[in-house]
């Protein structure tokens, strides 16, 4: 513990992460943990979200529950919000980590990635948001009316204050990975090239929240920016981006020679949405075009699945290759989860889950091994014929 604050120090380590594996991933399968990059972090192909349900005590409740528990059978992958829920997903996701550390999990056990950019209302959308946004954001010189897209605010106050907020929620001293939530939202309005102008400036802020200890790292999280073919206005380059983060830790650090820490990025996968394996649309600036997958794996970026069910969609509608392929599994959600941790180069598929059934499932799919490389490959092939 440290301070007055009373918040929980440290970060996931590879030996604690290991230690995870080989206590509470003991009756998941091999395979079931993928390495993060050059740090040798286990982390389990499956993760829990935290953006669905509604905004209840009993809720609150439920994913505390799920947290808690999914730690305890070796899921230590955890992603939340600053506005999931109104704010009450990432305090849910404190209590459920203070559960588990009392049970006896350590914090180098757990990754956990928290996110921002959309504005966040304590108490649901506000009636008059000019008026909120002025005395929430504006008089705290957090941002301007021009760095607000939509419910998206691309400024550095205020990015930095929903670092503080998510450690203080959290109870963590250090978030293993903060993402900018779709900054490519403020493309339509701004144009590409200002939007990622902003951007390295809000990177500027991770790299020094990096220093602080805040975060170890950092990235993005898109819906659309890694699907879209290249000529889209949304489309967002990898080899780009990490230029961008470059730039800012040779700002922050005053160093010719600084190293960046962005090293994640997020983004939509399911059988539906399959494009970041399928299209290849990245110049890697390695002298070859390839997916974003693909790309992340040559450019050293861990990649994050979201939307593994959909929504919930595929919980209960899977596609036939896929059914064909798992006729073992006794539902469309477990095959949904197989599909997305068999995929080469995702690292963690994400599942947001608030009801304790839905976790039965997940750790149902983490006991099995994943699919065989050829097994899934034959899918796209079946999906085609």
Same mark, same amino acid.
Request: proline share 4%.
């Given at each position: ?173 250090? $978030? ?67 230029? $961008? ?141």
């Amino acid at each position: 513990m440290s301070g007055a604050s009373a918040k929980i120090a440290g970060s996931a380590t590879r030996a604690g992460t290991a230690a995870c594996a080989g206590t509470a991933g003991a009756a998941c399968a091999p395979g079931h943990y993928s390495d993060f990059l050059n740090q040798h972090l286990q982390l389990s192909s499956l993760g829990l979200g935290t953006f669905p349900g509604a905004a209840t005590d009993a809720v609150d409740a439920a994913y505390a529950d799920i947290i808690a528990r999914g730690l305890q059978a070796g899921i230590n992958v955890i992603d939340t919000a600053a506005h999931y829920r109104y704010g009450r997903s990432m305090r849910a996701v404190g209590e459920g980590l203070r559960r588990a550390f009392s049970a006896g999990a350590g914090r180098e056990q757990v990754y956990v990635v928290g996110k921002g950019g959309f504005l966040r209302f304590d108490d649901g959308p506000p009636d008059d948001l000019d008026a909120w946004f002025e005395a929430c954001i504006a008089r705290k010189g957090l941002g301007t009316r021009d760095d607000l897209s939509g419910m998206h605010c691309l400024a550095p106050g205020y990015i930095a204050a929903q670092i503080d907020e998510l450690c203080e929620a959290t109870g963590l001293e250090t $978030l293993d990975a903060f993402l900018i939530d779709q900054p490519e939202v403020h493309i339509p309005r701004l144009g590409k090239e200002e939007m990622n102008r902003r951007l390295q400036t809000v990177f500027a802020v991770c790299e020094q929240a990096v220093r602080q200890h805040k975060i170890r790292s950092y990235g993005i999280a898109t819906f659309d920016a890694f699907r879209v073919e290249t000529d889209h206005p949304l489309f967002q380059s990898l080899a780009s981006l990490l230029g $961008l983060a470059e730039r800012a830790a040779q700002l922050v650090q005053r160093d010719g020679q600084a190293r960046h820490h962005f090293r994640i990025v997020q983004l939509p996968f399911n059988q539906a949405m399959n494009e970041g394996f399928t299209r290849f649309s990245q110049a890697t600036g390695l002298g070859n075009v390839a997916s974003t997958l693909q790309a992340a794996h040559q450019l050293k970026v861990f990649v994050m699945g979201s939307h593994a069910l959909a929504k919930g969609a595929l919980a209960v509608q899977s596609a036939d290759a896929l059914r064909g392929a798992m006729p073992d599994a006794p539902n469309d959600a477990q095959r949904a989860l197989q599909f997305n941790r068999s995929t080469p180069g995702l690292g963690v598929s994400l599942a947001g889950i608030s009801s304790p059934g839905h976790l039965d499932d997940l750790l149902a799919v983490a006991a099995r091994p994943p699919l065989a490389r050829e097994t899934y490959l034959a899918l796209y092939r079946r999906a085609s014929d």
